[in-house]
């Protein structure tokens, strides 16, 4: 069973949609949940960053987590041509210090105008 | 804002030759990473680097990689003998520590392609 599970899209929607994207984990041992931006041949940009259950937000993007069921959701609200990207979840555990995250495949959105 | 510069941003090598990926982490940060994307594959672990030793490496991680800090700004990864399948982009990571993964920034990478 692969440790992070996500859809690859790709996911289209109009301009204005919400947008909900997810992830699945196997390790119950992971605290911290990241949802990561990247652009085409760019490095992953931190977007959300979540270590509980429930939800957070940070205007447009609400972060959701449910360690029950070992899930985690992405959600952009008014969605824009400008989030068109590929959105990377990944997930970590504090380990002497260090983090060594663990991302799941990625997935595409294309926003259309 | 402060950020990770990886060079070069593109390298086509010669399979068997050697290759010097080179990174310059945040400045106050103290925990520094790689990572390497496959086109169309998730990004994975290789290596992560704390106090001039390496604190843990996955399993792809051979003995062809290493990584070096060989002064107090650069963090590199070399390759001794590219193969063909270590085209890919790698990425270069730092933290500030603790644990705390909320400043841990990616560099833009660099595509290593071996011919």
């Known amino acids: 069973q692969k440790e992070v599970e996500q859809d690859p899209g790709p996911l289209s929607v109009p301009e204005g949609a919400i947008v909900s994207l997810n992830c699945t984990y196997s390790?119950?041992?992971?605290?911290?949940f990241m949802w990561y931006r990247q652009y085409s041949r760019k490095g992953p940009e931190l977007l959300m960053y979540?270590?509980?259950?429930g939800n957070k937000e940070d205007g447009r993007f609400t972060a959701q987590v449910d360690k029950s069921s070992k899930y985690i959701s992405l959600f952009i609200r008014d969605s824009q041509p400008s989030d068109s990207a590929t959105y990377l979840c990944?997930?970590?555990?504090?380990?002497?210090?260090?983090?060594?995250?663990?991302f799941g495949k990625g997935t595409m959105l294309l926003v259309s105008p | 804002e402060p950020e990770v510069t990886q060079t070069p941003s593109h390298q086509v090598t010669q399979m068997g030759q050697e290759v010097i990926l080179r990174c310059v982490p945040i400045?106050?940060?103290?925990?520094f990473y790689w990572y390497r994307q496959i086109l169309g594959q998730k990004v994975e672990f290789l290596v992560s680097?704390?106090?001039?030793?390496?604190?843990?490496k996955s399993e792809i991680f051979d003995d062809q990689f290493s990584v070096e800090r060989p002064d107090g700004s650069n963090f590199t990864l070399k390759i001794r003998s590219t193969k063909l399948e270590d085209s890919a982009m790698y990425f270069c990571?730092?933290?500030?520590?603790?644990?705390?993964?909320?400043?841990?920034?990616f560099g833009s990478g660099t595509r290593l392609t071996v011919v």
């Open positions: 979540t270590y509980s259950s």
């Open positions: 400045s106050n940060h103290l925990y």
């Open positions: 990944a997930m970590t555990f504090m380990n002497s210090g260090y983090s060594t995250l663990t």
């Open positions: 390790n119950s041992a992971f605290q911290y």
């Open positions: 680097f704390y106090n001039n030793e390496i604190s843990e």
């Open positions: 990571a730092s933290s500030e520590g603790a644990g705390d993964p909320y400043g841990y920034t």
